[in-house]
């Protein structure tokens, strides 16, 4: 076979397009073969077990509280972050005239531009004390006897935590539900009208339930988004440990997959029992974070194939 | 064949046009008084009126582009919905202004229903619920007679027999005939008192036309309907009255006969024996 | 129930001002990140803060610590990003190109963390040190995805009649690629080229698994060293005052930065759209 120049040019475009796999081989390969030595040590336990004890001689490496605290902090943020997302996705493109909505949509991905560090530092000196102020305090106070709302006297704790990754996740969900909602066809909203339907009962009835499904792919990615977020709630949620780290109320200190890492990583020798846990750790969060992101990916093509018209 | 540009310089159509109406008809159901309207800065419409019997058919025919479709839909307040929109003048429904500050476009909709040039049943609901979307809209529950409603208005468009067994399947499941018969259904269910219609069958195959010819016709002993097309002869086929528009312009309205037999405007004529269209 | 007119009237206007709330809900914290990072950064800003040592009060190995990771992981990210880019533009259509593409839409949402992960498996470990390498490996890692990605983007923006006229000529495919499409779309090349630099200036995570800061100016590949975000960070978890505005002023920095291109980025590409 001869080799010509487009043959050269196509063979080391192809292998060189490979390194999306070897990435993703990569990557699941060195955290498998890290996780070896903790997961062989404590089995099952080693995930559904709440001990923490880095003491030589009575090491206890169990990760459960930190993947329920992945999900509290994450539900938490969609609980918050969704409605907000949609809203502003409604409001920009089914209420604001343009020369409002072109400026405030560069306004809410420009949160996204905001390093995740950056978020952590005004969390740690700013917003800790507004959730506080505003919400742990009133709520404890009057709720408090529900263990929900019971609180630790810290504002680093799950809730501010999740509250961050709801505004973190917004320009995610926003913008993507923002062109979900522009492609839904006109005609739906013209014959809505027509049968006297008021502008809210249009976008209610009519549009977000015919783009319900490109919706629910918009928050599955900034389900994505929230746990894998590492530094801003490696700073805020208190950096708990061991079974107190256990989700129960929303105000006591937690902690997530991804801010143990961050937190305890570096005080670790290499080689050690506790280093193989991270590293378990963070096999755990790629599985999760594959699952969530293969999950939206299935579903976004879906909907812009059927409907037409590209987003991501 | 003529150009339009070409006809629209040799007859200056301002000088042939009907007088302006000012005066209220008592009889008319509807009745647009010098209506303008713009998209942006550009001009669609200039000074048109129009009176709207009840239990008529009224045809507003001419080129594309003229403005038939956007003054259909100042009849129901859909204009306004376009950004950049605005209009002018009055559109009287019963003899009052539909224009009014006090008068609601949500409620206008209700009584003057419209059917569009593409079927757009909505795809998110079933048969059934297409036709009574607009009456759930108001807090019609199941026990109400909402079945009754939904029956008479699909025995009404003539689309019952066909889809009887069917009601729970997509809106947009059913051929595109069928489509726009729901559609009519829809905007009966509400028991409006006009109809506007968009070219209704533009989209259509020659059968599926016909039937919804058939359909206006026996309409109109219900409602006033008024029914936007480029084709001629379905005007003549249709309608009581026909209006011809030419670039935003009024140019002759009158009885169909009259304007399909005996036009009085010169630029009528060579529109409907096809010199340009 | 009857849903009498007014209510729904009523429910309108409710909701229209809910979703005007939720604009300005989402507003407020980018105004106040803004608002604090620049009164708390700007009294810092000063030649010894931007040049000189931690010891001396300054940010300096974190500066030149980030232009290092820039540079380097550029140098790795981008060639690759680019070159995969093309071949999922120009040679993707296939099963395999498909589940390239699949993969890389998915890396491009992956936790950064996992990727620090991975560097200090296959570089920290075997090199028995943190070091810069490691770090560069791990943000190329990252940009590698995205540039794929806006690469795909914006080669699919030509219009395949510009690939014809030069493949009618005579010329080969890669000379027409290499010399016709990519020159055709550089202004999308450099736009994503420009975001995945801005998104690796701001990434935390994986450096504290990989280079792991320093207080020194650069020391070598194979030695721990400084960058701005984990600077932030570091002086962040201090309780010394002194320390905690030198955070605020390495934050100034680094927000100016990451600001700066992707407000550049937006202006260029929108006078772009409308000429």
Redesign the interface.
Known sequence: MKLTGDKIFKISATIIATSALAILLITGYTLAVGSVPVIQKFGLNFFFGQQWNPIEGKEVFNILPYVLGTLATSGIALLIGVPLSLGIAVFLVEMAPKSLSVPISYLVELLSAVPSVIYGLWGLFIFQFWMRDYIQIPLTKYLGWIPLFSSSQSSLNIFTAGAILAIMIIPTIASISKEVISAVPNSIREGAYSIGATKWEVIHRWVLSYGRSGIFGAIILGLGRAVGETMAVAMLIGNAIGPVAMPISLFQPGQTMASLIANGFLDTTRGSLASSTYIGVGLTLLFISLIINVGAHVVMTRVFKVKGGAVE | MMTTSSIAKEENISQLKPLQQETICPTAKMQAINVDAWFGQKQILKTVSLTVKPNTVTAIIGPSGCGKSTFLRCFNRMHELVPNSKMTGKILLDGKNIYDRQMDPVQIRRRVGMVFQKPNPFPTMNIYDNVAAGLRLTGAKKDTNLDDIVKRSLEQATLWDEVKDDLKKPGTSISGGQQQRLCIARAIALQPEVILMDEPCSALDPIATAKIEKLVIELKQDYAVVIVTHNMQQASRVSDYTAFMYLGELVEFDETSKIFENPKNKLTEKYITGEFG | ?????GF??F??R???I??????V???V??A??LF??VT?GAPQLSLTFLTATASRGGIGPAIQGTLILIGLTSLIGVP?GV??G???S??GNNK??Q??R??????T??????????A???I??TL?SFSAIAGVVALA?IM??II?RTTEESLKLIPNSIREASLALGA????T?LSVVLPSAKSGLATGVLLAV?RI?????PL??TI?GSRYFFQGLNKQMAAL?LE??KN??QSSPTL?AQ??GA?LV??LV??SI??AV?LVSRSRMKT
């Open positions: 129930m009857i849903n009498s007119y729904r009237k429910k309108n409710f909701f229209f809910i979703c005007a709330m939720c604009v809900i989402a507003v914290p980018l106040s990140i604090e990072v708390r690759l070159l995969s093309i071949y999922l120009e040679f395999y190109a589940s390239v699949a993969i890389n839409n998915i890396l949402q992956f936790p950064s963390i996992i990727v620090g992960i991975t200090y498996g296959i920290v470990i028995r890692f590698i995805p794929t080969h495919k890669w000379r690629t801005a200036a701001g990434e935390t995570a504290i698994l792991a975000p932030i960070w962040s978890l905690q955070g605020w934050a680094l927000i990451v600001l992707n407000i937006r």
